[in-house]
């Protein structure tokens, strides 16, 4: 069974920066698309950025110039790099893949635990 563990979250203060961390473990044949959702407190998850298997990404309009998100698929790793933090980026961040456990396997869905970070003087 693929796991997905996130690491790197916290308490920051308003203009402050964090760096999430997520990595995908056990049986993994290949990996496609990595991406990080976030739930803000009494609302519902939301796409924050995603690392397509082409290279391309993507950005929630609230993030971009703020935030990054990047891959090394020799570690099986997905990063967020967030910048410039405001109080609505209060959130538990998840990581999310979509991968595919042995060769011919059809492609499944795995969603990390999640990671809380809370933006706040």
């Known amino acids: 069974q693929v796991q997905l563990v996130e690491s790197g979250g916290g308490l920051v203060q308003p203009g402050g920066s964090l760096r999430l961390s997520c990595v995908a473990s056990?049986?993994?044949?290949?990996?496609?698309?990595m991406a990080w959702y976030r739930q803000p407190p009494g609302k519902q998850r939301e796409l924050v950025a995603a690392?397509?298997?082409?290279?391309?990404?993507n950005y929630a309009d609230a993030v971009k110039e703020r935030f990054t998100i990047s891959r090394d698929n020799a570690k099986n790793t997905l990063y967020l790099q967030m910048n410039s933090l405001k109080p609505e980026d209060t959130a538990v961040y998840y990581c999310?893949?979509?991968?595919?456990?042995?060769?011919?396997?059809?492609?499944?869905?795995?969603w990390g635990q999640g990671t809380l970070v809370t933006v706040s003087s």
């Open positions: 690392f397509r298997t082409s290279g391309a990404t």
């Open positions: 056990g049986s993994i044949f290949s990996i496609y698309t």
């Open positions: 999310f893949a979509t991968l595919s456990e042995a060769a011919m396997a059809r492609a499944v869905e795995r």
